[in-house]
């Protein structure tokens, strides 16, 4: 997988209470006495494997909407959770526990359809180069390009909201059903993989877009639920608009779509998709970070 991480963040908030009482606070309110009656299961798995089980209320805040964005938010939440949680335990331990960690939870004990690039972009930052295997094995080596290279690229991404929103996992479940099927499709997206970290180290951006067309359309044919009319007409409208290459991010069926497009051409793809909002972005090299740290002598 190529894969960046983007400046669209989860804040995730842990405060000691005066009581024993659990609180989370989310899109929802959650009050219990027991971690193992908390309805948000990413939340109540966190809490658990970092052994926070009392006496604590959670916050969650996005800056983008946190469920079916394709932009990797529930492992987002996940990656956060426990940063914040260890952080307030008095423990730090490394990016890349934290990203096998959040796969844990979500693959194993929530039983999520989905991969590890995006507990791994949240947690490294960076643009990436993610290879997994052999066995549970993941590599994720950064892609590090020099400064004018890396802004260059950075100002040719743009990120549009489509409106819809979707459940990735009825489309992931049917995309590793049909995997004897779609074999080649898969075998293409992992080798465009590598010729887009290639031309990307090369500097040849317009290369990289054209492979995120070809991945597109391969990407297409892996389930019936990747691409509908309306994600269809607004590829082909930001392509013929002078977009090098457009895809819906993460499973699809919704979300964002994003598009590589030179600088001169960017009017003519934002006039394309006036009917979609546009999400200012830019590349993050950090990944998840704790940016405020009262400690308190609480596990002592």
Known sequence: VLNCALDKYIYVIVKQRFDDAIYVNYSKKEIVANVDDIEHELVREAMKMTGVCHGVEITTLADIPSAGSGLGSSSAVTVGLLHALFAYRGRQITAEELAERACTIEIEYCRKPIGKQD?????????????????????????????????????????????????????????????????????????????????????????????????????????????????????????????????????GGGGFLLAICPLERQCAVRESLADMQELPVKLDRLGSRVILNVMRDIWS
């Open 119 to 251: 507990q791994y972009a949240a947690a490294l930052g960076g643009i990436r180069d993610i290879r997994f295997g052999p066995g549970d094995g993941v590599v994720a080596e950064e892609v590090v390009l020099p400064a004018v290279q890396r802004r260059a690229f950075q100002q040719q991404l743009m990120l549009f909201y489509t409106g819809i929103t979707r459940s990735a996992d009825g489309i992931l479940a049917e995309q590793n059903a049909n995997i004897e099927n779609t074999r080649p499709q898969l075998d293409l997206l992992r080798d465009l993989a590598g010729l887009g970290v290639g031309n990307l180290r090369s500097g040849d951006i317009d290369a990289v877009g054209a492979a995120m067309r070809e991945a597109w359309e391969a990407k297409r044919k892996l389930a019936s639920g990747v691409s509908n009319g309306e994600i269809d007409a607004a590829v082909t409208r930001a392509l013929d608009a002078g977009a090098t290459g457009a895809k819906v991010t993460g499973a």
